[in-house]
């Protein structure tokens, strides 16, 4: 039976996390201090400032909660602390493999090199996998709003430096007006490249063409994809083809792509065999955890624990990671009884 305390305890796979919309309000203020940057000292304050509100309109709306937190990540020692606070609430939450996802360029501001950033998050994540048991693997994110020819050189610096830890690149912010131009053009040139993988926001407030585009050129995973609810024969389509959804649904209410938790195409997708995983998105942001987005399923979709067991082998399979890995945790999963 498949209860809250199950859930959580369960050995759980996560694979869309941004790192600077998932640090606690109170580790922020602690990188504040350490920083000598003015925050609020009342931690409520910092919260509210750091959650989108009930109110939120759209998907730019709740980009603007990120503006907030972001003039605090812009030293080596902030990033490896947030690092380190979001592996370390992730394994709190029964999390044993997570795939956490930032993008350099809202790190620099402070003159640190996309090297640096990246050094500075696999130290935080280095620190948790070794005080809890969590693998941590990176995810690097371009950002839409910025240049291509930036974007570009974010990848290939990420690419020459070819630390371990990078299993994947991804394109994240608001999905432009010539969304298939810049797409193509940011990611091509790196396919293929070091076994670096990818998985790309689509579809998230856009259309279903650009989750369509996002498959052909090669992305085995799509952040969101919640443009689909409402395209049954596009369900079908990509339930043939091996993609995988990395669904957000209290993101998606916030954003307002869905309007309920009902409004959630649980059923639809399970029907046309389309894969998907649940994911946080954002914890803080959204003021979530993993547990809590299996307990909406639960609650208002009656998940069963059979359809629990495959959104988490769903997870280990399209995970960015080593067979090793994912045996181990296929392993793990089995092993625990419901
Ligand atoms: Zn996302």
């Known amino acids: ?12 796979a996560e694979l869309h996390c941004h790192l600077d919309g998932s640090i606690r309000p109170q580790t922020l203020q602690k990188i504040a201090r350490l920083d000598h940057l003015p925050i609020d000292e009342d931690q409520q304050v910092v919260a509210q400032k750091m959650t989108a ?4 309109h759209n998907l730019m709306d709740y980009l603007t909660c990120f503006d907030y937190v972001l003039p605090y990540l812009q030293t080596a020692q902030a990033l490896k ?19 956490l996802r930032f993008a350099p360029s809202l790190s620099q501001q402070q003159g640190l090199s996309v090297t640096e950033v990246i050094q500075a998050v696999a130290a935080g994540v280095a620190k948790a996998e070794a005080q809890y048991p969590i693998i941590g693997n990176l995810l690097i994110c371009g950002m839409r709003q910025d240049e291509l020819a930036h974007i570009q050189a974010v990848f290939q610096e990420t690419l020459d430096q070819g630390h371990q830890k990078i ?10 007006p010539d969304f298939p131009l810049t797409l193509k053009e940011s990611v091509t040139p790196f396919l293929g490249h070091q076994g670096v993988q990818l998985t790309l926001h689509a579809g998230e407030c856009g259309c279903v063409r650009n989750i369509l585009q996002a498959i052909q ?3 085995t995973r799509i952040g ?10 596009a369900q079908q389509e990509i339930g043939q083809l091996p993609v995988c959804l990395e669904c957000c649904p209290t993101s998606n209410l916030q954003t307002k792509a869905i309007a309920s938790y009902e409004e959630f195409p649980y059923r639809a997708y399970l029907t046309h065999g389309v894969k998907f995983c649940l994911n946080t998105d954002n914890r803080t942001v959204s003021n979530t955890t993993l547990t809590k987005e299996y307990a ?8 069963t624990t059979a359809e629990f067991r495959q959104l988490n082998q769903n997870a280990i399979d399209f995970a ?11 392993q793990k999963m089995a092993q625990f009884s419901l």
């Not at 299993?167 to 432009?176: I, Q, S, T």
């Open 1 to 12: 039976m498949l209860t809250l305390a199950k859930i959580q305890q369960f050995p759980k």
């Open 53 to 56: 509100s009930s109110n939120c």
């Open 81 to 99: 602390i947030a690092a380190f606070d979001v592996l370390e609430q992730a394994a709190a939450d029964g999390i044993q493999y997570l795939e």
């Open 167 to 176: 299993v994947g690149l991804d394109l994240a912010g608001p999905e432009r």
């Open 217 to 219: 050129l090669g992305a």
């Open 224 to 233: 969101h994809g919640i443009a689909l609810k409402d395209d049954p024969a």
């Open 296 to 303: 909406h399923l639960l609650e208002h979709h009656a998940m």
């Open 320 to 330: 960015f990671t080593t067979p090793e890995v994912k045996a181990q945790l296929s």
